[in-house]
């Protein structure tokens, strides 16, 4: 079976978090004022950025995950969760679980232009 290249790390992409990321096609995990309110979310995203950089360092391509359905209050959670979870992964193990990750992004996005929503949840 061939291999298809994974996206590239986005790192220091106009702030925002180091990694690639979906939440209904919203793009990368941004950090909204609801999350950096939170208590110990400094320490979570200190922990984030420290996994991120482990993860691109073992696989050699940056983080991706599909947070479609993940309530956002979750997310941050949900995504250091899988990082830590994946980062055990032997290497073609995790290539496949990121190239799962990666269809389920395109599915969603399509799902929502053929029901006419756009590529956002919103829609136009």
Do not use: N, W
Request: net charge positive.
């Amino acid at each position: 079976m061939p291999t298809l290249p994974l996206p590239r790390s986005r790192a220091g992409e106009r702030g925002r978090t180091a990694l690639a990321g979906s939440r209904e096609g919203q793009g990368p995990v941004r950090t909204d004022p609801v999350v950096r309110r939170r208590p110990g979310a400094r320490a979570a995203h200190t922990a984030l950025r420290a996994a991120h950089a482990a993860y691109e360092s073992r696989f050699g391509h940056g983080f991706v995950i599909c947070l479609d359905g993940v309530d956002p209050a979750e997310s941050l959670d949900h995504v250091l969760a899988g990082l830590r979870t994946r980062l055990g992964h032997e290497p073609e193990k995790e290539r496949l679980v990121a190239a799962e990750e990666l269809r389920r992004l395109s599915l969603g996005r399509l799902a929502r232009l053929v029901c006419g929503g756009g590529l956002s949840p919103a829609g136009p």
